[in-house]
């Protein structure tokens, strides 16, 4: 059986080139605009000295502010999606359970998430989590001197030791946020299939464990990643949300360094461009998997 034809690339056509050109005339009016009504100073090297400097006594440029800010906003994105997968898939299971209770717990855990602001969540997950949960199971007290916490391998994948508790909760919030969408994209592909094949298993004696995990499963997670691929990309974006409880992620630092240069049309440029091709890069990538997944189908 063929899988879906491959989408061709697209030449460019004039009404293209139009549409480039109209984008273009309309970011070179909007420049105008600020710079002749607001009498706006444009000044992008006391913003850009944000992104990276050149250290004297290292004889090399590093990163700033705004470069690990975005290091943070990573980090967050693949802690966060390593949670709310793990959330989303034990959720979506429940949401498809025979089991009335399992599937009451689920539907309200997903009914809270889409009607609650996401603010008013994180707000309210992060200082139960931060004032409650961290303590209990002693993150605030591990020592940050010890061997693997002092190690780059520890900084590389949580950020500065000192801010672990801070992260571990900004993250969790995040997870239990986007768990809620996961856990219907889970739900849908397991819906998915169809109940000939439930009852196929079924009939030859496998439990409904078994059935799950050697029959439907395997087929849904076709259809379920790449959805789950975007959602990370959208969670990259909604890792902005802990900027108001302090997490120093991009956006953080962003408000921080629009303050105190009183650059804020340069900055919110530079962070928004750092977005898009942070978003971007991933999209492409998940695409060419995709692509590459669909030829090893065929």
Same mark, same amino acid.
């Given at each position: /059986? +063929?899988g879906?034809p491959?989408?061709?690339?697209?030449?460019?056509?004039?009404?293209?080139y139009?549409? %480039?050109?109209?984008v273009?005339?309309?970011?070179a009016y909007?420049?105008y605009?600020?710079s002749d009504?607001l &009498?706006?100073n444009?000044?992008?090297?006391r =913003?850009?000295n944000?992104?990276?400097?050149?250290?004297e006594e290292?004889a090399r440029?590093?990163p700033n502010?705004l *470069?690990?800010g @975005?290091a943070?906003?990573l980090r967050?994105?693949?802690w966060?999606?390593?949670? $709310?997968?793990?959330?989303?898939?034990?959720?979506?299971y /429940?949401?498809t !359970?025979? +089991?009335l209770?399992?599937r /009451?717990?689920s539907?309200c855990?997903?009914e809270?998430?889409r009607?609650?602001?996401?603010?008013?969540?994180? %707000?309210?997950?992060?200082f139960f989590?931060?004032?409650q949960?961290m303590?209990?199971?002693g993150?605030?007290?591990f020592d940050?001197?010890? $061997?693997f916490v002092s190690?780059? =391998?520890?900084?590389?994948l949580?950020?500065?030791?000192? *801010? %672990? !508790?801070n992260? &571990?909760a900004?993250? *969790?919030?995040?997870?239990?946020?986007?768990?809620a969408?996961?856990?219907e994209i889970?739900?849908a592909?397991?819906? !998915?299939?169809?109940k000939?094949?439930?009852?196929?298993?079924?009939? &030859?004696?496998? !439990?409904? %464990?078994?059935v799950?995990r050697d029959?439907?499963f395997?087929?849904?997670?076709?259809?379920i990643l790449?959805?789950l691929?975007?959602?990370?990309?959208? *969670?990259?974006?909604?890792?902005?949300?802990v900027?108001?409880?302090?997490i120093?992620?991009?956006?953080?630092?962003?408000t921080e360094v629009a303050?105190?240069?009183?650059?804020?049309?340069e900055?919110?440029?530079?962070?928004?461009? /750092?977005?898009? @091709?942070l978003c971007?890069s991933?999209?492409?990538l998940?695409?060419?998997?995709?692509?590459?997944?669909l030829?090893a189908?065929?």
């Amino acid at each position: /059986m +063929n899988g879906p034809p491959l989408q061709t690339r697209r030449k460019l056509t004039s009404v293209d080139y139009i549409c %480039f050109g109209l984008v273009g005339a309309i970011i070179a009016y909007a420049v105008y605009r600020v710079s002749d009504v607001l &009498v706006y100073n444009w000044n992008w090297s006391r =913003v850009f000295n944000f992104v990276i400097y050149y250290d004297e006594e290292k004889a090399r440029y590093v990163p700033n502010l705004l *470069l690990k800010g @975005i290091a943070t906003t990573l980090r967050l994105a693949f802690w966060a999606t390593i949670f $709310a997968a793990t959330i989303g898939l034990v959720m979506g299971y /429940m949401r498809t !359970s025979k +089991n009335l209770a399992m599937r /009451m717990i689920s539907r309200c855990y997903v009914e809270l998430v889409r009607n609650i602001p996401p603010v008013v969540f994180i %707000f309210i997950f992060y200082f139960f989590l931060s004032g409650q949960l961290m303590p209990l199971v002693g993150l605030d007290d591990f020592d940050k001197n010890g $061997a693997f916490v002092s190690s780059g =391998v520890f900084y590389m994948l949580f950020g500065d030791p000192r *801010l %672990f !508790s801070n992260f &571990v909760a900004g993250a *969790l919030c995040l997870a239990l946020f986007e768990g809620a969408y996961i856990t219907e994209i889970v739900r849908a592909g397991i819906q !998915s299939i169809p109940k000939g094949q439930w009852e196929a298993a079924r009939a &030859v004696g496998l !439990s409904p %464990f078994d059935v799950l995990r050697d029959i439907i499963f395997p087929q849904a997670v076709r259809k379920i990643l790449p959805p789950l691929a975007g959602q990370f990309i959208t *969670l990259i974006k909604d890792s902005a949300i802990v900027s108001l409880i302090s997490i120093q992620e991009l956006t953080f630092l962003a408000t921080e360094v629009a303050s105190t240069t009183t650059k804020v049309f340069e900055t919110w440029i530079i962070v928004g461009a /750092m977005y898009f @091709i942070l978003c971007y890069s991933f999209a492409a990538l998940f695409g060419h998997l995709e692509k590459r997944a669909l030829r090893a189908r065929r």
